[in-house]
């Protein structure tokens, strides 16, 4: 009997492990294509790769917190209709926070939030503008050390007029906050969110 339980938990590490490796790879493989992505054909093709993934896995929050960071990327950026894509990335992004609730997530439905609210911003700023910046919030509190709601914080507040309490004035301190947080900040692995850094530096040379 103890040699069979020995055996047991021995093929259980090691059929453990054999999937951890497959799914190391996958996701490896699926990061590379996302940031070789150009266009929406093949951000679609990367976000459906990582829901198949998260479909498969089911207890990995992160394939689809990218398959839902895929979608509001291609919201943002008009790459086909800006409400169906946003929906897209919110049923995606509800899937990732069923399995974890975290800062990175936080910041996803900020993004998602943010594009809804860009469709028709004078109609939508009661619901859309001011939840994409309580999800800032909530991540910031989710974790201290994230720089990415600050990042998005400081993209949000440059690209709002000063009379609406943005402008480069309000948004520079927040983009600086955002890239000392990044001189430190270490992704739990290399599959972990570790994107931004670009989004702050962007704000800075905008405010020069």
Same mark, same amino acid.
């Given at each position: 009997m103890k040699q069979f339980i020995i055996g047991l938990f021995l093929f259980i590490g090691i059929n453990t492990f %054999?999937?951890?490796? =497959?799914?190391?790879?996958? !996701?490896g493989g699926t990061l590379k294509q996302l940031g070789e992505a150009k266009d929406a054909s093949s951000f679609a093709e990367v976000a459906a790769k990582f829901e198949r993934i998260g479909d498969a896995e089911k207890t990995q929050w992160l394939p689809f917190y990218? %398959?839902?960071?895929? =979608?509001?990327?291609?919201? !943002?950026?008009?790459?086909?209709?800006q409400d169906q894509l946003a929906d897209e990335a919110q049923v995606?992004?509800?899937k990732a926070k069923?399995?974890?609730k975290n800062s990175e997530i936080n910041c996803v439905e900020s993004m998602i939030a943010t594009?809804?609210?860009?469709v028709d911003p004078q109609?939508?700023?009661?619901?859309?503008?001011?939840a994409s910046m309580q999800f800032l919030e909530d991540a910031k509190k989710a974790d201290a050390t994230n720089?990415?709601?600050y990042a998005l914080q400081s993209i949000s507040l440059k690209n709002t007029p000063e009379a609406f309490g943005g402008g480069c004035g309000v948004a520079k301190p927040?983009?600086?906050?955002?890239?000392?947080?990044?001189?430190t900040f270490k992704p739990a692995s290399a599959l972990h969110p570790n994107w931004g850094n670009e989004i702050a530096q962007s704000v800075i040379d905008g405010c020069k």
């Amino acid at each position: 009997m103890k040699q069979f339980i020995i055996g047991l938990f021995l093929f259980i590490g090691i059929n453990t492990f %054999a999937q951890n490796e =497959k799914f190391q790879a996958a !996701m490896g493989g699926t990061l590379k294509q996302l940031g070789e992505a150009k266009d929406a054909s093949s951000f679609a093709e990367v976000a459906a790769k990582f829901e198949r993934i998260g479909d498969a896995e089911k207890t990995q929050w992160l394939p689809f917190y990218y %398959a839902a960071l895929t =979608k509001a990327r291609m919201s !943002m950026q008009r790459m086909g209709d800006q409400d169906q894509l946003a929906d897209e990335a919110q049923v995606l992004i509800d899937k990732a926070k069923a399995i974890e609730k975290n800062s990175e997530i936080n910041c996803v439905e900020s993004m998602i939030a943010t594009s809804k609210m860009l469709v028709d911003p004078q109609s939508r700023w009661m619901q859309y503008g001011q939840a994409s910046m309580q999800f800032l919030e909530d991540a910031k509190k989710a974790d201290a050390t994230n720089p990415r709601p600050y990042a998005l914080q400081s993209i949000s507040l440059k690209n709002t007029p000063e009379a609406f309490g943005g402008g480069c004035g309000v948004a520079k301190p927040v983009a600086d906050k955002a890239l000392e947080l990044f001189k430190t900040f270490k992704p739990a692995s290399a599959l972990h969110p570790n994107w931004g850094n670009e989004i702050a530096q962007s704000v800075i040379d905008g405010c020069k």
